[in-house]
Structures are given as structure tokens and as C-alpha cells.
């Protein structure tokens, strides 16, 4: 039985693993960006919006928060087309993933809309600030503020959440090692490699969402 | 002295001991042998259905465990299954512990360096599998199509290479077979790489009887390996093969399990 670790076979196809990589980035970032778009949208509309909207915003915050990501993927991918709209595995990572962040982002920004107090937003309105501008300056920005960390936590999340869209195809970093792997049959040294690799990337985000927190929120309270 | 005896004593007791956990060995060499011994020791890899796959009572079942079956009858001895994995077959010869291997043992010529081929009982060929309406004649076909497939498996490595040779044919890998199915089902690609018996899979789709085997990328032969030279018994099964063949037996089985008859069988 051979024990040692070798390296060589998996360093040769480093090329595949960082164009891995870079879908795996490209996705991550993209979901990001709508998910907190529909986050923003969620919340506001769950908070401020009519009743109706309220509640089929709640639904969709259950629906997606209740069920698996593979699932959804699998929905996007294979289902959708039933119905007429065929997405690329890549298009239909970005929209699942997406989906799946928006639910969370909405729970989460909607937590820290309901930890403003009342009196602040009757001052805003005693104020004469339109409805617009206290959503936006008197309770959002306050709420995200406040969320923030553990809206970033999510954010970490979806990242290596990306891992498993190698299930519709797509091939970001997870597959192209699971394609080296039956290439090479050096499983442990392909998972080493892509657990380090995704341990930097992780620590990068970490570091780049704190510095954007910062950034965003430098007032003092 | 005694303390020489005293290990020589514990060293035989122990050899006693070793001796007495391997397993027996099944060391017959001829078909006379195996008759005389009462039974047939075949090694079979339950893991590998529609071929070899344990059934409702956790028996085995499969197309290669009845092959086995009608071996023991024409020998007209009971037959013992030994469960090998696919890299355990070679050594379950080589160390005797086997009288023949039937395990979709595809004939190579590096095996053949180890262990010895009777002709073919099977064949299971690597196919692109396409919906009626799609002209698909040959690899060149698939330029600027996503053809499917399954990470890791013989129609992955076979249209790979294919790609080398003609650049356009964009690869979807999936991990496992229900999410290949379902790509092919639901139209998110246009052709897909599998066993020729995986049409009977995607016949169960509702729309299953849109898709058609298009043409085979290559066919693997199975057939019976036993221990190197032991051409006594090569021989009998060899002959043994014939009539199964000759009188239908093999196709009636492959129709059985695989949904239809088996390619055609070249001997050597």
C-alpha cells in the first residue's frame, strides 16, 4: 500500500484548479451582489410593503429557508425548462444561488429593521423626512449596520456554498477536483489542494467584507 | 536450548494460527477437480448491477450471478460465490482462492499477462444516446452540441478524447447517473454518453421514448478469467460458452436483465 503523499500529478493541472477557482469567484460574487439586492428588496417590502406583498415575501423566505440548496438547483436546472426557461448551468448557479442568499438576506436585514425603535422613525416623520428617505437613512442603514456581521457571515457561507453546483455541470472548483480526482486517483492530495486554496479565498472575503464594513459604516453611533 | 525450543514452539504455534485464518484455498486445476470436489468457487462483485446486484432477500441476482448458476449446472455441482471488488479479481486467481472470475471482466491484453480469458460471454458497449429527431452519426456530429456524461466513467474518458479530435462538443459532467437522466429529460443537453443498457432507464421518463442510441464509441467484452494455463478448464468453459450462445441462452439472459439481445461476441 502506497501512504505517501504526492503532490506532482495534481500541481500539473494547477491551471484547471485556478480557472476553477475563478468560476467559483465569479459565482459567489454575482450571487452576492442580487441575493443582498433581493435582501434589500425583501425586507423593505416585508417591512413597509401591503399586507399581501408582506406575506408572499414571508413565503418565499420559508419555501427557500426550508428546502436544500441541491434541491433548489435542481429546480432551476431541470425543472425550469418544463416550463419553458432554459438556463446555462452557470446562469442557473447564479439564479439559485441568488434565490437562496435573497431568502436569508431578507430575514436577516428584516431582524435588524425591527430592532429600530418606534420613536426613532416618529421623529424622522415629526421631522418631516419623506417616506423614502426614512426607509432609507432613519431604517435601513441603521439596520444593516447593525446586521452587518451576520450578514457577512452568510456572505462566507454562500461562498463555499458554491461547492455544490458541480451537481448541474457547472465547473467551478469543487468539480474541476472531482474531475482531477478520477484523472488522478490522488484524492486526498486534489482535496488538500482545493481546501487550501478555498481557505484563502475565505480568509480574503473575510478580510475584503470587514474592510467594507468599515468603509460603510464608519460613523460612530 | 529451551528458551531455542520455547520459540520454536511459539513460532509454530503461531504459524498454526495463520495457517488456520487464511481462507481455503479452492485450489482445483481441472474440470475433473472441481467435479470431484463437489462444488464450483466463482468470485463475483455484487456491486455491479444489472450484471451482479443482491435482490429483494439479499441474495445475488444479476446476469453474471445466473451465468455462474448455468456453469455450476452443466457441471452439475452447486456454486459457491466468493464477493471480490474489481481490483480484487486478479488476485483472487492468482492466489488460487477462486476457480473462475464472472464480474463483467472486460478481456485486456494487460490482464491477460496475469490471468488467462476464456471467449466472451457479453459485451457492454460505451454509446451516445440522442433524441430521435437529432442527425447524429459520429463524434463529428456533436461539434457545437452539450453532449452529458457521468464524471469518471468509460463514455467520460471516450468523449474526451473525442473533444481533442474535434473542438466544439462542449462536456456537461454530472456527478451520478438520475442527474445525467435529467439533463437529457429536460433538454438542458442535446446528447448524452452511456452503457448501452442505459436506455432502459430513461424509457421509464415520460418522454423516454424521444431518445435513441445514436452510435458506439466502444464495446467492452466480458469474459470468464481463470488462474494463468489452466487450459483444461479454459477450454471446457470455452466450449461450454459456444452453446450457450448457439442455443440462445446468452441473448435470452441479456434480454432479461439488460433489454436487449448482446452485440456480437468475436472469439479468439
Known amino acids: ?221 | 536450548m529451551r528458551n531455542f525450543l520455547k520459540e520454536a514452539g511459539a513460532l509454530l504455534a503461531g504459524l498454526v494460527l495463520v495457517l488456520s485464518l487464511l481462507p481455503l484455498s479452492a485450489s482445483a486445476q481441472s474440470v475433473d477437480d472441481i467435479i470431484s470436489r463437489g462444488k464450483l468457487v466463482v468470485a463475483i462483485d455484487t456491486t455491479t448491477p444489472p450484471y451482479a446486484f443482491l435482490d429483494a432477500n439479499l441474495k445475488p441476482a444479476g446476469f453474471d450471478i445466473e451465468v455462474a448458476n448455468k456453469m455450476g449446472e452443466a457441471l452439475g455441482v452447486p456454486v459457491e460465490f466468493v464477493t471480490v471488488t474489481s481490483p480484487g479479481r486478479i488476485p483472487a486467481l492468482l492466489t488460487k482462492q477462486v476457480d473462475a472470475v464472472i464480474s463483467i471482466f472486460s478481456i485486456t491484453p494487460e490482464r491477460a499477462i496475469q490471468i488467462d480469458f476464456s471467449i466472451p460471454y457479453a459485451g457492454q458497449s460505451a454509446v451516445v444516446i440522442a433524441p430521435k429527431s437529432m442527425q447524429i452519426k459520429g463524434n463529428a456530429d456533436l461539434v457545437g452540441k452539450k453532449v452529458g456524461l457521468t464524471r469518471g466513467t468509460a463514455p467520460d474518458a471516450l468523449l474526451t478524447a473525442a473533444v481533442a479530435a474535434n473542438p466544439g462538443i462542449e462536456i456537461l459532467r454530472f456527478d451520478d447517473q438520475p442527474a445525467l437522466m435529467q439533463a437529457m429529460i429536460s433538454g438542458q443537453i442535446d446528447a448524452m454518453g452511456g452503457g448501452d443498457y442505459g436506455e432502459i432507464y430513461l424509457k421509464r421518463a415520460q418522454n423516454g421514448d424521444a431518445f435513441e442510441q445514436k452510435y458506439v464509441l466502444k464495446t467492452f467484452y466480458f469474459g470468464i478469467g481463470v488462474a494463468k494455463g489452466n487450459d483444461n478448464l479454459r477450454q471446457w468453459i470455452n466450449t461450454w460458452l459456444f452453446t450457450m450462445k448457439t442455443d440462445g441462452t446468452l441473448d435470452a439472459l441479456s434480454m432479461k436483465y439488460r433489454n436487449q439481445p448482446l452485440p456480437a461476441l468475436p472469439v479468439f
Open chain 1, 1 to 221: 500500500m502506497q501512504t505517501a503523499l504526492q503532490f506532482g500529478p495534481v500541481l500539473v493541472h494547477l491551471d484547471l484548479l485556478l480557472r476553477g477557482l475563478e468560476k467559483t469567484i465569479q459565482l459567489a460574487a454575482l450571487s452576492i451582489l442580487f441575493g443582498t439586492l433581493i435582501g434589500i428588496l425583501g425586507a423593505v417590502g416585508r417591512s413597509f410593503g401591503p399586507r399581501f406583498l408582506s406575506w408572499l415575501i414571508a413565503c418565499y423566505v420559508e419555501l427557500i429557508r426550508n428546502t436544500p440548496l441541491l434541491i433548489q438547483l435542481y429546480f432551476v436546472f431541470f425543472s425550469l425548462p418544463l416550463f419553458g426557461f432554459k438556463l446555462s448551468s452557470n446562469t442557473a448557479a447564479i439564479v439559485a444561488l441568488s434565490i437562496h442568499l435573497g431568502a436569508y438576506a431578507t430575514e436577516i436585514l428584516r431582524a435588524g429593521i425591527e430592532a429600530i425603535p418606534e420613536g426613532q422613525i416618529e421623529a424622522a416623520k415629526s421631522l418631516g423626512l419623506s417616506r423614502y428617505r426614512i426607509i432609507r437613512h432613519v431604517v435601513l442603514v441603521p439596520a444593516a449596520r447593525a446586521v452587518y456581521p451576520s450578514l457577512s457571515a452568510q456572505f462566507i457561507l454562500q461562498i463555499m456554498g458554491t461547492s455544490i453546483v458541480g451537481a448541474i455541470a457547472a465547473e467551478e472548483l469543487t468539480a474541476v477536483a472531482n474531475n482531477l480526482v478520477m484523472q488522478t486517483f490522488r484524492s486526498f492530495e486534489v482535496y488538500i489542494v482545493i481546501a487550501l486554496i478555498y481557505f484563502v479565498l475565505v480568509q480574503a472575503a473575510s478580510l475584503l467584507f470587514a474592510g467594507i464594513g468599515k468603509l460603510m459604516f464608519r460613523w460612530k453611533v
